[in-house]
């Protein structure tokens, strides 16, 4: 069975189910059902068996406070040594003086992490929740560092301190706990999901608190809200209803990318992948496979074809031509790298994509992203979710922002979806050449922009995390391994789909 579809809330959204929860909150039961889960997991996963064991909590000064008091209580009743510390004087939170108030009154306390002969067994995180302003240089930020360069194993409550819990941002100086393990606490939040949150967090569980929550308009995309998506084969299957590719790039010195992509758009199964170069000697040129058929931009393309165009494209008088061409085929169209850069400067072009009848997909990064919103990628980072909405709706596209947690977004609607595969070996040339060629695949074999570019995205981060588990780490990614890997991931979620 598949995992059930995960949704990412907004931290309005938890603070809504919270109050349809009623009384719960206020009466601290919430508080003492998430002191629990983190007491347990703590001691599950880094305490058990130890002897005498010594746990560091830091407790700041709201409800995420509250939190790691209850569970320093929990704690010390399983004869585990606590050592609180509060950089903070406590704010209004009354739950957070009652939890206080019901520790031993010697507690060891400090304002700093305290240096101790044995290294701490485990550091609890409760500075800061869903409640954080971003964190400034002070005593807050003492701590955080501290915590982060004691070599010790974190656990976080709700988030890691010093997150933003809507985006995923850090705050400046990217002052933030980097946590082994976070907890999160009645559903999963955004910032989690993507960006340096997502690294931040470490390994992330969700508790409910016994909280009822809805299904959002963001979804943590994995094998359970993508299955549905995979073509189905049928034995009678032929080469012909399997559609066609065509990828436009490859100018003098760049052949490399055109091919990449053609490569990904063939683990797809795509009937047939054309690679079109500016010139015939481009096309000539590089390492071919013999799976791909060769043109140059000036060939007709099929009116049925799915085009990728921008791998290589550059950004010559030709490219322009060829882009301003390509935005008007009838067909399944995607936007990848040099397009995008020509994009941002053509209006003949913007203008064409904002016409179409179905929608083209972009796979920006955030460099592209930000070049086409016109301002700077640090503020595309700041909050992914709004930028790939706001690229989105200008450009009337289906938009992947590529990163750490690549957000998927559709003009139509305000839902996003992030991807929950990938993995730093990607951050090498070429892979998004291949993400462009693997999503082009998927919209040759009929599947719609949207659906083509969620599971495209997904499978590249899931052939991705295959390669690293093959090398044992995150060097040498051979991206003819990867597209590889990319048939592989499609043929594993297709069989657990329809076997
Ligand atoms: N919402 C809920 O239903 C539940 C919330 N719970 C906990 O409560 C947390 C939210 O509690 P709060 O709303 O009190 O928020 P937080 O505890 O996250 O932070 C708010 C407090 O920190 C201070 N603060 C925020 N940013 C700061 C900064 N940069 N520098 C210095 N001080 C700063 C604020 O002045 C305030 O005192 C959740 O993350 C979770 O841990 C849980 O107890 C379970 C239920
Ligand atoms: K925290």
């Known amino acids: 069975m598949p995992d059930p579809t995960v949704n990412l809330y907004t931290v309005q959204e938890i603070h809504a189910a919270e109050a349809a929860a009623g009384s719960a909150l206020h009466d601290g039961t919430l508080a003492r059902r998430a002191a629990h889960a983190v007491a347990e997991l703590g001691w599950a996963t880094w ?10 909590v830091l407790a700041g000064p709201g409800n995420n406070g509250a939190d790691a008091l209850l569970t320093a209580n929990l704690l010390t009743t399983r004869g585990v040594h606590v050592v609180l510390v509060e950089p903070l004087a406590p704010g209004k939170s009354a739950l957070r003086a009652r939890a206080r108030s019901e520790l031993p009154v010697d507690i060891e306390s400090h304002d700093r992490l305290p240096t101790r002969r044995r290294p701490f067994d485990l550091i609890i995180d409760g500075l800061l929740g869903i409640g954080a302003r971003p964190v400034k240089y002070g005593p807050l930020a003492a701590v955080i560092h501290q915590v982060n360069a004691a070599g010790v194993p974190v656990l976080s409550i709700d988030v890691p301190s010093g997150m933003n819990a809507d985006t995923g941002a850090l705050s400046e100086g990217d002052i933030c706990i980097q946590a082994s393990r976070t907890l999160t606490l009645i559903g999963h939040k955004r910032g989690l999901a993507t960006y340096q949150g997502a690294a931040a967090a470490g ?19 994995g094998t359970a809200s993508l299955a549905t998506l995979c073509p189905r084969e049928d034995a009678t299957v032929h080469k012909g209803r399997r559609g066609d590719a065509w990828i436009l790039g490859g100018a003098a010195g760049m052949t490399g990318a055109a091919w990449i992509a053609s490569t990904g758009a063939l683990a797809t199964g795509a009937g047939r992948v054309f690679a079109a170069f500016e010139t015939a000697a481009s096309a000539a040129a590089g390492d071919r496979s013999p799976q791909i058929q060769t043109r140059t931009w000036a060939a007709p393309v099929p009116e049925r074809a799915a085009v990728v165009i921008g791998c290589g494209l550059g950004q010559s008088d030709d490219a322009v031509a060829a882009l301003e061409t390509a935005v008007l085929h009838p067909g399944p169209l995607l936007l990848d790298a040099d397009a995008l850069n020509l994009l941002a400067r053509s209006s003949t072009a913007a203008a064409a994509l904002a016409n179409r009848h179905a929608a083209a997909v972009l796979t920006p990064h955030p460099l592209e992203a930000a070049r086409l919103l016109g301002v700077s990628a640090a503020s595309i980072q700041q909050d992914r979710f709004s930028a790939v909405r706001a690229l989105a709706r200008r450009f009337n596209a289906v938009v992947v922002l590529k990163g750490n947690g690549s957000i998927i977004s559709v003009a139509t609607s305000d839902s996003t979806w992030v991807s929950a595969s990938g993995h730093p070996i990607l951050a090498t040339g070429g892979t998004g050449d291949c993400l462009a060629g693997l999503i082009g695949g998927l919209l040759a074999r009929g599947l719609p922009p949207l659906d083509a570019a969620r599971l ?9 995390e295959l390669e690293a588990a093959r090398l044992g780490g995150s060097c040498g990614l051979d991206l003819a391994q990867l597209a590889h890997s990319c048939a592989r991931a499609i043929n594993e979620l297709q069989r657990n789909r329809f076997n």
Request: net charge neutral; aromatic share 2%; with cysteine.
């Open 47 to 56: 305490l058990r068996g130890l002897v005498n064991p010594c746990v560091a």
């Open 203 to 221: 390994q992330i569980s969700v508790t409910s608190l016994g909280v009822p929550t809805d299904a959002t308009g963001c979804v943590l995309d």
């Open 456 to 464: 495209g995205t997904w499978i590249h981060g899931r052939a991705a």
